[in-house]
């Protein structure tokens, strides 16, 4: 194929050729108003929210999913490269990939978010189609569990990679926690979603508590009292279970994509992940929700583990997000941050990074639960990170 004088130009230089910023789709009248209205809810969202960054995104996702290529480019600008988020994993941004405007956003985000490598393998589970979501620790008899994504089972895991099926023949997994001797999970199907508890050492089943369809129970957390609050994405809603009762309740307000949860160790104050204000802070005795205040430049989107560790709370962000585990660093009212550390970031193992779990002083995440993947499947690498 013949070149044309500039790009060979370009090529001889050795410098980047990029195409230019396509025209805006148009959009058709039944499209229009609801698309508008879209972009006009979260307009004014921006006015109050605590991570301002979170909603300039969605901002730009919006315009990209409306093919208004010029808007999303604006709206991408508007990110600090120090934020984390990283709009070249996105689908939704094909139509922008290879134009100059995209690549210098790019281009400036991956010079900002540099690897962090603080970590250490601490074993492999050798079922690495298992695509376990979430992990649990048993201090007792010194064991991990895994709950998978695809094969509808738990695993048990020895701390040297020793494995064996636990409970077989259940539905999709999510969240997970070891609470005295009971295996707390939550198991969710298209007919309903349970909160499910289970015998540590027998496998017995020794509670059962079902929302119903239309619901996606993800992640728990399980006071010194046991207490039990579970995260519910599909409602943005957070459910709890008090010792002894027979139904769960549901928390007042709103948490919009509930992911993951954490409790204080007094027990005063429940963290939820949520958009747009990244964490919400709920306090457990007025039941009163505010957004966690942080400092400049911490962006909590996509916050997926989230766990409470001396006075401090231990992050895992995906999605959106350069994948990273970062410690927020609370004030002493334990519902505002003074700042962040990333603790791990751009480690070539990571495929997938979800949950992990706090064992002493080291926190245990899993790199690589290949959950997009269908073929060559790795080994799963569990890696531990010193606290």
């Known amino acids: 194929m013949r070149l044309n004088l500039a790009l060979r130009i370009a090529l001889l230089a050795g410098t980047a050729v990029y195409g230019q910023l396509p025209k805006s789709g148009t959009l058709s009248a039944e ?6 209205a879209e972009l006009s809810r979260l307009e004014r969202l921006l006015e109050t929210a605590t991570d301002k960054a979170t ?25 600090d490269p120090r934020s984390g988020i990283d709009p070249s994993k996105d689908r939704i941004f094909a139509g922008l990939r290879g134009t100059v405007e995209f690549e210098e956003v790019v281009k400036s985000i991956r010079e900002a978010i540099t690897p962090v490598a603080n970590s250490r393998q601490a074993f492999r589970v050798a079922e690495g189609d298992l695509a376990p979501e979430s992990v649990a620790y048993d201090p007792d008899a010194k064991m991990f569990y895994f709950g998978s994504l695809r094969k509808g089972k738990v695993v048990r895991c020895s701390p040297g990679g020793a494995c064996g099926d636990f409970l077989t023949g259940m539905g999709t997994i999510l969240g997970l926690k070891v609470h005295g001797r009971n295996l707390w999970l939550l198991n969710n199907s298209d007919q309903e979603s349970d909160v499910m508890i289970y ?3 027998t ?26 609050f579970f995260t519910d994405t599909r409602a943005g809603a ?21 992911n993951g949860i954490a409790i204080s160790s007094d ?116 890696l531990a990170l010193r606290l």
């Open 31 to 36: 499209d229009e108003r609801p698309f508008r």
């Open 55 to 79: 909603v300039d995104y969605a901002l730009a996702r919006t315009s990209a999913a409306g093919q208004q290529w010029p808007e999303a480019m604006q709206w991408l600008r508007r990110l």
């Open 199 to 201: 015998e540590l050492h």
């Open 203 to 228: 496998g017995r089943i020794v509670g059962k508590h079902a929302v119903g369809a239309g619901h996606l129970l993800n992640d728990l957390v399980i006071s010194p009292s046991g207490e039990a």
């Open 238 to 258: 957070v459910w709890h279970l008090a010792p002894g009762a027979q139904e769960l309740g549901m928390l007042p307000g709103r948490f919009e994509f509930a």
């Open 267 to 382: 027990a005063k104050w429940l963290y939820v992940s949520s958009f747009p204000d990244g964490v919400t802070v709920f306090d457990l005795r007025t039941h009163t929700a505010s957004a966690l205040q942080r400092p400049a430049g911490l962006c909590l989107a996509n916050v997926d583990g989230l766990y409470f560790y001396r006075g401090d709370l231990i992050a895992i962000q995906n999605g959106i997000m350069a994948t990273r585990v970062i410690r927020i660093v609370l004030a002493r009212d334990e519902k505002s941050a003074v700042r962040f550390d990333v603790l791990e970031r751009g480690n070539p193992l990571f495929d997938g990074v979800t949950t992990g779990v706090v064992v002493g002083k080291s926190f245990y995440f899993m790199a690589n639960i290949q959950d997009d993947r269908t073929t060559d499947f790795r080994p799963i690498s569990v």
